[in-house]
């Protein structure tokens, strides 16, 4: 079992810039691939950005040259790093752990990013 506990939400005036940070417990962390999805009122629950297990990342093309993913195995935490907030990248932002083909998938429990105008 992984838990997971995102940090470093708020509220930032657009432009601005946040780091989220998801800290996960347990010895696996380094065989998962980690992820950080965003919902926001009303929508589905969609990928922003991912980081592989050797450091491959890929991002959702709306962030793609605003946002990083990186990871450190040596603390058991990922962390996106957010610039040039726009008001819709407001949402709560969900931290993701997996590792599919061993049926691991986990959540931690959110945290909100309001960019606001």
């Known amino acids: 079992q992984v838990q997971l506990v995102e940090s470093g939400g708020g509220l930032v005036q657009a432009g601005g810039s946040l780091r989220l940070s998801c800290a996960a417990s347990?010895?696996?962390?380094?065989?998962?691939?980690m992820g950080w999805y965003r919902q926001a009122p009303g929508k589905q629950r969609d990928l922003v950005a991912r980081?592989?297990?050797?450091?491959?990342?890929n991002y959702a093309d709306s962030v793609k040259g605003r946002f990083t993913i990186s990871r450190d195995n040596a603390k058991n935490t990922v962390y996106l790093q957010m610039n040039s907030l726009k008001p819709e990248d407001t949402g709560v932002y969900y931290c993701?752990?997996?590792?599919?083909?061993?049926?691991?998938?986990?959540w931690g429990q959110g945290t909100q990013v309001t960019v606001s105008s």
């Open positions: 347990g010895s696996i962390f380094r065989i998962l691939t």
């Open positions: 980081i592989g297990v050797g450091g491959s990342t």
């Open positions: 993701n752990a997996n590792k599919i083909v061993n049926g691991y998938n986990y």
